[in-house]
């Protein structure tokens, strides 16, 4: 019997973007299951997929993990994971306790994403179904009980025990200084014993929320936006959609309680999915949709007095070009609306930015991507961002304060700098749990170095490197200690770069006037008028 060929024909895939790969395969599948269809019929009734229902009391749901909505202070969405189709999946919050339990509201109906992932010969057919609801007309900065369910199978009544029931903390309203929090970062997680050391060793931070640079799970290994296949060849990549379930396990310990938000790297580009790739990351994630519409890991969202920025850098890179363009400079347009807007808010002080490939990195496997530096940087330097935090290459390097790629100040480990003077640091965090990449230097080594970044048509530009100021090989996560303060007087925000032993790699601090900027105007836009929320 022949065997038929796996994927997209090298020749086609060659002049194919990503979605026009994922519209060959589509056809191709349906084509197979009209044949299929038909040889069946013959055969009895056919039961197709994804028609019938569990017994809701054999189903526990799984994978739990929060995200902000489009306004963090008052919207608070919860994903989750059951192996078969439920019925009536819900949504419960608690707003209270006495001394006859939970007070739970009623319940808000979640809605069901099946997502079926098969390639003859490669992937057999797996169905899985993610379910999610909104939690919405909150209070600012109060924290409510929540727990999920589906008929026959309801915490309310003590299904599942205590581990079924969670909680998670609305965002504080503006206009005055919330109380000192923290937040973390790092990228490449994936699934292994490290990733959840590290998940274990952010939630001892007690962060209010994680931000996720990029290379979420890895369910495909290879990283090229290909079609899968059998191996990773050049013209396919390996991908196993059963990863994710392990991921949303793995992380469900502390992305219950604390929002999970999440940007998309190379390795989450699955071109069996469409558009772009991402068709599977919308079922599974809640994205804010705050972004420009065909962007959907594209957000921002203000908290406290920090103003935060997600964005794909797939779009601008030189290096993994399956997703270049996509957008059509709808992304790298809204970042400048955006960037304009926060530089205008009294009460935003700090803008932090979080995307996969990094501007500013060494390392001799990835190293700086130049369609960053080129689409953005600027952007960075005319608003007067005042920290970059990447993934993509594991390890931990961080730079001294830069304006147009030149260095405005050194920042030592322990030095304290003010963004608008000085300039940008740039911190790659890519040591989130995937194994580890290597320098051209010593990690201890001062002075410069050779280096190198990603410029148009796949090529590396060599580089004489100063800015590198701190390095280490190994795993770390970032946590970011915010001090709120009145307009007129000083806030702060610390960048702690921990190990997941908790021993402290670097620190740095940049500080300001809370409600003086010099970038970008003052004041104009008010209070409350976000164009993200809703």
């Known amino acids: 019997m022949e065997i038929p060929r796996v994927g997209v024909p090298d020749a086609l895939a060659a002049r194919l973007s990503m979605a026009e790969q994922h519209e060959y395969l589509s056809r191709r599948s349906l084509l197979k299951g009209a044949a299929a269809t038909g040889a069946l019929l013959g055969a009895g009734p056919l039961l197709l997929p994804g028609t019938a229902y569990a017994d809701g009391a054999k189903v526990a749901p799984a994978g739990r993990h929060l995200a902000f909505g489009r306004n963090p202070r008052t919207d608070i969405r919860v994903a989750w994971q059951v192996p078969t189709r439920v019925k009536n999946p819900f949504l419960r919050v608690a707003d209270h306790h006495d001394r006859h339990g939970f007070q739970w509201g009623h319940r808000i109906p979640a809605e069901t ?37 589906h008929d026959g199978f309801d915490p309310a009544r003590g299904d599942g025990g205590a581990a079924a029931i969670s909680t998670f903390t609305t965002a504080p309203a503006r206009g005055f200084p919330a109380g000192k929090f923290t937040f973390t970062a790092f990228g490449d997680q994936g699934v292994s014993t490290t990733a959840l050391a590290q998940d274990g060793a952010v939630a001892k931070q007690h962060p209010r929320f994680h931000l996720l640079a990029g290379d979420i799970a890895y369910a495909d290994p290879s990283g090229a936006g290909l079609p899968p296949g059998p191996v990773a060849d050049g013209t396919h990549d390996l991908y196993d959609p059963k990863v994710w379930d392990a991921y949303y396990t793995q992380i469900e310990g502390v992305a219950a309680s604390v929002p999970w938000m999440v940007t998309t790297g190379n390795h989450d580009m699955e071109a069996l999915y469409s558009p772009d790739g991402y068709g ?24 406290g007095n920090v103003g935060v920025i997600s964005l794909d850098a797939n779009d601008v890179s030189y290096e993994i070009p399956a997703n270049r363009g996509y957008s059509h400079g709808s992304q790298t347009a809204w970042l400048k609306r955006r960037l304009r807007y926060l530089r205008q808010q009294p009460d935003v002080d700090f803008i932090v930015v979080f995307f996969h490939h990094c501007a500013y990195s060494t390392t001799n496997q990835h ?33 001294d304060a830069l304006r147009g790629g030149r260095i405005t100040r050194k920042v030592a480990i322990g030095d304290t700098v003010d963004p608008d003077r000085d300039g940008t640091v740039y911190a790659t965090c890519g040591g989130g749990g995937r194994s580890v990449y290597s320098f051209p230097v010593p990690d201890t080594f001062e002075g410069e170095f050779t280096s190198y ?27 970011i200690d915010v001090e709120p303060a009145w307009f007129g007087h000083k806030t702060t925000l610390t960048v702690r770069t921990l190990r997941n032993d908790g021993v402290e790699i670097d620190r740095f601090t940049l500080r300001r006037t809370a409600g003086l900027h010099t970038a970008g105007g003052f004041g104009t836009a008010g209070l409350g008028s976000d164009p993200g929320d809703a």
């Open 113 to 149: 994403r099946a997502l079926h992932s098969e390639v003859a010969g490669v992937i057999a057919p797996y169905d899985q179904y993610y379910l999610h609801a909104e939690a919405s007309h909150l209070t600012p900065g109060r924290t409510y009980t929540y727990a999920v369910g």
């Open 280 to 303: 599977g990351q919308t079922k599974r994630w809640d994205f804010p949709g705050s972004g420009p519409a065909d962007c959907p890991s594209v957000h921002s969202f203000i908290y």
């Open 367 to 399: 190293a700086s991507e130049g369609g960053v530096r080129e689409e953005w940087v600027p952007l960075f330097d005319q608003y007067h961002v005042d920290l970059v935090v990447n993934g993509h290459n594991h390890i931990y390097e961080r730079t």
């Open 453 to 479: 970044h990603w410029v148009r048509g796949g090529g590396q530009e060599t580089e004489t490197v100063g800015w590198s100021r701190v390095r280490y090989t190994g795993y770390s996560f970032l946590a």
